[in-house]
């Protein structure tokens, strides 16, 4: 049954995939060395359509019983498209969807707790129960609008929406919430490379009567963006996001990674693409239960250049 409903979640992810990957063919003439290929994938207003594939394992930590056994696979399907403006910037229409393999679940007295919930519970949690791992599903979904690109001097400046839908296919983790809210970015292109940060953040919107809960959502992200060029498509990159729950216990808000990997841009007949791998250390994680380690295989197909 597992396997099954992982396999119909490809299937449904795959269609509308392969309809875009139609629409979307590559252009022969695309003009961009591989290392303006890879610098601007980074741009939060990137001119280039493209649909990144994150394959995510991370290992947990925490003082519940068996927290540090815990372990999760992820892969976060990242399509974007771009629409050039006449003042020179552009208007980035993304999605963020993302496909669960199991994620550790903390049950006790009656009740699972996952890692949201967990975060916000930690005080109250008993420590007399154990972690399962819950069956593979479609995650809740995220859409993204935003406006913004690069000055002449090399200036990134963005500002843009977030909606999180309510899709998750698990009952156990899901929280029930429309989200809603802001991300601003700022960051340099340089002859070395790019650096940069967005900031986000994410509070419920769902109408308060037709709530059946008593938990909230408010939780702020810095997700930084570095490369470092080595040429002919090569980067050294750190890509950490920090987040903040400020509606968890305390001790149970901050996550805090620092990492490092390597990227490389290359060609597939007509179309580039990027590949990178990345390994990120969480030197701050929640108290009761957290990520520790990170590694993530990212894949992202260019479909076109719309920065002429």
């Not at 990957?21 to 003009?31: E, I, K, N, Q």
């Amino acid at each position: 049954m597992f396997w099954y409903s992982i396999m119909r979640l490809f299937f449904q992810l795959l269609t509308p995939l392969c309809l875009a990957l139609l629409c979307l063919r590559p252009s022969p003439g695309m003009a961009l060395s591989f290392d303006e290929i890879s610098l601007d994938l980074l741009n939060p207003a990137t001119s280039l359509g493209h649909a990144t594939n994150d394959l995510e394992y991370r290992s947990f930590q925490g003082d519940l019983p068996g927290a540090s056994d815990q372990s999760q696979w992820d892969l976060v399907i990242t399509p974007s498209i771009p629409f050039p403006l006449s003042n020179g910037k552009n208007l980035v229409l993304s999605a963020r969807i993302p496909v669960s393999f199991g994620e550790p679940t903390y049950f006790a007295d009656g009740t699972e707790y996952t890692q949201w919930r967990i975060r916000q519970f930690a005080d109250t949690i008993p420590t007399d129960g154990e972690f399962f791992n819950g069956h593979g599903h479609l995650a809740d979904i995220g859409l993204k609008l935003v406006y913004g690109g690069a000055s002449d001097n090399n200036f990134i400046a963005t500002y843009g929406l977030e909606l999180v839908l309510t899709n998750s296919q698990d009952g156990s983790v899901e929280k029930d919430q429309i989200l809603l809210g802001p991300e601003f970015a700022l960051g340099k292109i340089t002859g070395w490379g790019i650096i940069g940060a967005r900031v986000s953040h994410l509070t419920n919107i769902t109408d308060p009567d037709d709530r059946d809960y008593e938990f909230d959502t408010n939780i702020s992200s810095l997700k930084f963006f570095f490369a470092y060029g080595l040429g002919n498509g090569w980067q050294v990159i750190s890509n950490p996001v920090v987040e903040y729950d400020w509606e968890g216990a305390p001790g149970n808000k901050l996550a805090l990674p620092i990492g490092v990997g390597v990227a490389k841009t290359a060609r597939l007949g007509n179309m580039p693409f990027k590949a990178a791998i990345e390994i990120q250390k969480y030197l701050k994680n929640p108290d009761a239960f957290g990520p520790d380690w990170l590694l993530k295989f990212s894949f992202t197909p260019v479909f076109w250049d719309r920065s002429r």
